[in-house]
């Protein structure tokens, strides 16, 4: 079936310095990817999502590539931000399935 | 404005006891979602309706049923709670599913004592 590994539960950062968050997933079929960012004791909420056009999607300083052969879609950011402190779901969803969820990256940007 | 309305935000409930979480849209979407938040876990699903009368169960239904007879509304049913459901759980909705946005409720903190 399919799934979504999220390898990091805490990553720790200090201002200014880059962002990778690791996301990998298995898929029968060509799925659509995303990422959700949860602030502290808001919702979850869209960050961004693959696109059928094999664009780079871009939010807020955050891109995210579909790497196709090797089943990934990474977050990155060029400089981390106090802000952007938040847990952080990969999911995955195709066909007519519901989205299924990583288990979530901690985010902790400190001064 | 696009919002998804969860209550209670905060319950406690005694083992054995049942428990009804509610979940309203009103964005028309066609699909609605339960799912639970637990540390290292991340978000997982539990029941899905494709629209009025029209549910599946997710990953981890058991202990679970839904009711869905009004499009915008989407309620999650524990007959006799058990401490192990003790969680914050998520309404959402989407207007399908496959690469639709999922739109998230302020989610419930449940706790069975």
């Known amino acids: 079936g399919d799934s979504v590994t999220q390898t990091e539960g805490l990553v720790t950062l200090t201002e200014g310095l880059p962002v990778m968050l690791n996301c990998t997933y298995q898929?029968?079929?060509?799925?659509?990817l995303f990422w959700y960012v949860q602030h502290l004791n808001e919702a979850p909420k869209l960050l961004l999502k693959?696109?059928?056009?094999?664009k780079r999607p871009e939010h807020q300083g955050f891109h995210a590539t579909l790497h196709k052969s090797s089943s990934s879609f990474h977050l990155q950011k060029s400089s981390a931000q106090l802000s952007d402190s938040a847990l952080y779901y990969c999911?995955?969803?195709?066909?007519?399935?519901?989205?299924?969820f990583g288990a979530g990256t901690k985010l902790s940007v400190k001064p | 404005d696009m919002k998804v309305t969860q209550m209670p935000r905060y319950l406690i409930k005694r083992m054995g006891e049942n428990v009804l979480l509610e979940c309203g849209q009103d964005?028309?979407?066609?699909?609605m979602y339960w799912y639970r938040q637990d540390p290292g876990l991340g978000l997982q699903l539990i029941y899905i309706?494709?629209?009025?009368?029209?549910?599946s169960e997710g990953d981890i239904p058991k202990g679970y049923r839904v009711s869905r007879k009004k499009r915008e509304h989407f309620s999650l049913i524990l007959d006799s709670a058990k401490t192990n459901q003790t969680s914050v759980y998520f309404c959402?909705?989407?207007?399908?599913?496959?690469?639709?946005?999922?739109?998230f409720g302020a989610g419930t903190r449940l706790s069975v004592l």
């Open positions: 959402a909705s989407s207007f399908q599913t496959s690469q639709n946005t999922l739109y």
């Open positions: 898929s029968t079929y060509s799925p659509f």
């Open positions: 693959s696109f059928t056009d094999n």
């Open positions: 999911a995955l969803s195709d066909g007519n399935n519901a989205p299924r």
């Open positions: 964005m028309s979407h066609e699909t």
């Open positions: 309706s494709y629209d009025v009368d029209s549910n």
